[in-house]
Structure formats: structure tokens, C-alpha cells
């Protein structure tokens, strides 16, 4: 499988997301949903700040990625192991087996890491996310369990649990399709859900563990371009992406610390 090559301007390699860069329609519903007194000014304000150009510093950022480096077992947290341990066992008693563990492409004050299980037959494969991000004093980390299959045509399908403030529709590409099931959902309803979605297809893609990997990254590739087009991402400058690396580059609470060299992934 051919991967895209990367832009050629380094600086441009790295984008951030912010509010300011969402649909006015997604702004109005974040704010709506925050609940709080004010909301409507909330809503002036970012939508002024849309216009005008002003999004706000970055907080963290990703790159587009050209290859995906495995993480050694060994570097893997307890805590990380303990709190993901449910999923990897859903997977596994599906007779799934775990291709690698790696690290995301983040820099700045975003950090995780996620697991890779492919289905023997190769229709299916699930990815297994941990995320944990901080904004000042604000702190939050979430697993985000989800499967997906590919189709001849080029659409993918993907099934997963969100909760309804962390739908922003305007940010899925046209080719795919999301089936959203309740927070909550256990992990093996959600792979049985999702067999069921490609039960009796033909045109389900079946994948070897090396095309896998080749097609994650180009996935993440397409997106990245889809997101920037979009001008749901934002390029940052050297200034930024140099601040970024230097702001405390790993979250999790094995203390180790990630990098990113010329769109590789590693870890120290």
C-alpha cells in the first residue's frame, strides 16, 4: 500500500484544533451543552473570535504521521495495563490477537497510547485508546474502545460508545460511517454489534497484520488532510510546535517521554 508522502514545509507538519476553528452550528451546540450561566455570551465571544482569526495558543498538536513505531511491552504503565485490561480481554475472548501497542503523534499537553487487535479472519480489527490531556488546571483521561471494517468501495465502518457532547458531526469525513452506541456499552457488545453490522457482506476487505498498520496510517493521513481542508486544523509555526515539544511531553504516569522525529513515532 502506498503511503501519501508527508508536505514538504516542516513547520506545517503540526496542527491544533480549537473551538474557534469549528462550524458557527458546532460552536452554538458545544455551548449550549456546557450548561452553565452565560452560555449565549460564551457563544458571542468564540464566534467573534472565529471571525476575526483569533483561535487560541495551542494546547497541544498532531503531525502526519508516515509510519507507525511499536511500543515495548515493557513501557507499558501497570495503571495503563489495570484500566484497559477489560477491553484487551474483550478482544482477546473474541479470539482477537494484539498486534502492538503504540504511541499517537501528540506533542504538547496531549498524551496516550493505543492497542491494536486484528480478527483472524481480518475483517475486523478493534483499537484499544488511552488519552489523557491538561489545559491549565484542568485534567481528563478516557479509554476509547472502538471496531472497524473497511469496504471494497472505500467506506469504512467504524462502531463505538459516545456520549452525545462528543458528537461534532462536521468533523467525520463523507466516507465514513459511525454507528454510535450508549456510554457504558461493554466491549463485547460492542465487537458483537459490529460483526453484525458486516454479517453475510462480500465486500468487507480482509487485512494482514503489515497492510493493517499500512492502512491505519494512511487512515490517520486522510483525515489529518480532510480535517486541514476543512480548516478544522490549524498549521502551527516552528515557534509553536518548538514551545510544545518543550511543554511536558508525557502525561502518563510511567514518567517516560515520547518523540517525534520526521513523522516517526518512538519512544525514549
Given amino acids: 500500500m502506498t503511503v501519501n508522502p508527508p508536505p514538504n514545509d516542516v513547520q506545517n507538519r503540526y496542527f491544533t484544533d480549537d473551538i474557534t476553528l469549528l462550524p458557527v452550528t458546532a460552536i452554538w451546540r458545544i455551548c449550549r451543552r456546557q450548561g452553565v450561566t452565560g452560555w449565549l455570551m460564551l457563544f458571542l465571544m468564540l464566534v467573534a473570535r472565529k471571525f476575526l482569526g483569533m483561535r487560541y495558543p495551542a494546547n497541544h498538536a498532531t503531525c502526519r504521521v508516515v509510519q507507525l513505531t511499536p511500543i515495548s511491552n515493557d513501557d507499558i504503565p501497570e495503571c495503563t495495563r489495570a484500566a484497559l485490561a477489560a477491553f484487551e480481554a ?3 475472548g473474541c479470539g482477537m490477537e494484539q498486534i502492538s501497542w503504540f504511541r499517537p503523534p501528540w506533542i504538547g499537553n496531549k498524551a496516550g497510547m493505543f492497542s491494536i487487535w486484528l480478527q483472524p479472519s481480518g475483517e475486523v480489527y478493534c483499537n484499544i485508546t488511552q488519552v489523557e490531556l491538561r489545559h491549565g488546571e484542568f485534567y481528563n483521561s478516557k479509554t ?5 471494517s473497511k469496504l471494497s468501495s472505500g467506506v469504512e465502518l467504524h462502531t463505538s460508545t ?16 459511525i454507528e454510535r ?20 457482506r462480500s465486500d468487507v476487505i480482509r487485512f494482514t497484520s503489515k497492510t493493517l498498520l499500512d492502512e491505519i496510517v494512511v487512515g490517520s493521513q486522510k483525515l489529518v488532510d480532510f480535517l486541514v481542508a476543512k480548516g478544522f486544523y490549524a498549521p502551527l509555526s516552528s515557534i509553536e510546535v518548538q514551545r ?13 517521554t515520547s518523540r517525534e522525529v520526521d513523522g516517526q513515532l518512538s519512544a525514549e
Avoid at 144 to 148: E, G, L, M, P, Q
Avoid at 162 to 177: F, G, H, Y
Fill in 90 to 92: 474483550a478482544c482477546h
Fill in 144 to 148: 476509547i474502545f472502538a471496531c472497524h
Fill in 162 to 177: 459516545m456520549a452525545p457532547e462528543d458528537w461534532i458531526p462536521e468533523l467525520v469525513p463523507p466516507d465514513q460511517d
Fill in 181 to 200: 452506541l450508549a456510554p457504558g456499552t461493554e466491549p463485547l457488545q460492542v465487537i458483537e454489534r459490529h460483526r453484525q453490522r458486516i454479517a453475510g
Fill in 244 to 256: 510544545l515539544k518543550s511543554v511536558n511531553p508525557a502525561l502518563l504516569s510511567s514518567g517516560k
